[in-house]
């Protein structure tokens, strides 16, 4: 596939090695500055750069967003409403209202869209979903995980501003849900949020206790002025599973009595080609949304956030109704 990649900050080199490595090219990147964009090309020996998404998406097979949360949702409409296919680094959006527009406009055009939360491609979680369906740890009751690194307080930052949607819970904390969710595969029926707010209101740390059905608990929680465990544990009624770096798995330890069994599944490259290969997939089978990040499965989980920072007061510009697009 040809890529067109918008934006060139942090994240983008893992893209491009991953897209690179199994075949993939990056012919153009799209960023709001075009001498820095236009660096940004000739050091990744990428061939167009500006600031002109559209004429830079011509001749591409898709789009890979990679900028700040608020500037998600009109990049991705542009693009779809112009028949090119999108690949939405996570969150899909800010907020409900900013991804039901994501969605509408990839409906209308019938142009795939999927938010690139590559965890629920990793092959681990194959294994980990196997081994909970043969009923080896019996059913999950307590899904424990948290991701948080300490990052210095700096209001300009992507991480901190809440015009750009900083906070933990949109940059690390979708990922703990996320686990919840691919273990208990449906929604939470309670939720319960604490956060320390930045001086901006944006969430530095958050903890989240969560009811599923059955009374299974999931106890999660986010920083970005703190490091903590960054592992994921599921316990069962019979046994358990402990997932270090469960965001970016390769391996999962399973445990049932003084049973302790090792899975590993190394990534190819680093992680990010089975989102690629999945993109790929689905255009190739001309479908416009993919069974691993369905509409839905973004959906709901920007609901669940919503909730969230209803919750512990977080509330962004681009939450208010005339604040499209800032
Ligand atoms: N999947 C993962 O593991 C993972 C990891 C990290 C981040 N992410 C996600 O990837 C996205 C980008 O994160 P990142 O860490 O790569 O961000 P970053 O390093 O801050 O880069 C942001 C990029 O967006 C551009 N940009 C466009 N409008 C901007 C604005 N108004 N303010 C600031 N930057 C703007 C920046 O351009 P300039 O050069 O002009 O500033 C830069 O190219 C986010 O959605 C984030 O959650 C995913």
Redo the contacts with the bound molecule.
């Keep these: 596939m040809r890529w067109l990649i918008v ?6 080199s893992n893209f491009i090695d991953a897209a690179r490595g199994i075949g993939h090219q990056v012919v153009a990147v799209a ?3 075009s001498e ?1 964009a236009s660096n940004f090309a000739i050091k990744n020996e990428i061939e167009k750069s500006g600031e002109d998404l559209l004429l830079l998406s011509e001749g591409v097979d898709a789009a890979y967003i ?4 608020s ?2 949702c009109n990049a991705a409409i542009t693009l779809l409403e112009n028949g090119v296919p999108v690949l939405c ?2 969150p899909l959006a800010v907020n409900q209202r900013e991804v039901e527009r994501m969605i509408n406009a990839a409906e209308e055009s019938k142009i795939f869209l999927m938010e ?1 939360m ?1 965890t629920r491609h990793l092959p681990i979680y194959e294994k980990v979903a196997d081994h909970i369906k043969k009923g080896r740890i019996g059913e999950p009751k307590l899904v424990e995980a948290s991701l948080g690194f300490n990052s210095p307080y700096d209001p300009k930052s ?1 991480l901190w501003d809440p015009k ?1 949607a900083g906070g933990s819970l949109l ?1 690390v904390g979708i990922y703990p849900l996320t686990l919840a969710d691919l273990i208990y595969e449906t929604s939470p029926e309670k939720i319960l949020s604490l956060a320390e707010l930045s001086p901006d209101g944006v969430d530095a740390h958050l903890s989240l206790l969560i009811q599923y059905p059955n009374s299974s608990l999931a106890k999660l929680g986010s920083a970005i002025n703190l490091s903590l465990p960054n592992g994921g544990l599921i316990v069962g009624e019979s046994g358990s599973i402990e997932i270090p770096y469960f965001w970016c798995a390769q391996k999962a330890f399973f445990t049932q009595v003084s049973n302790k069994e090792e899975i590993s599944e190394p990534h190819q490259i680093n992680g990010f080609e089975y989102q690629i290969q999945e993109v790929n997939r689905c255009l190739s089978e001309g479908l416009t949304q993919s069974p691993k990040v369905s509409w839905e499965c973004s959906r709901s989980m920007t609901q669940l956030m919503d909730q969230i920072r209803h919750q512990i007061g977080v509330r962004y510009p681009a939450d208010s109704e005339d604040q499209d697009g800032i």
């Design positions: 934006g060139h900050g942090k994240i983008t960023g709001r500055n820095r990679a900028t700040p949360h500037k998600h680094e996570k690139a590559w992507r750009l940059d």
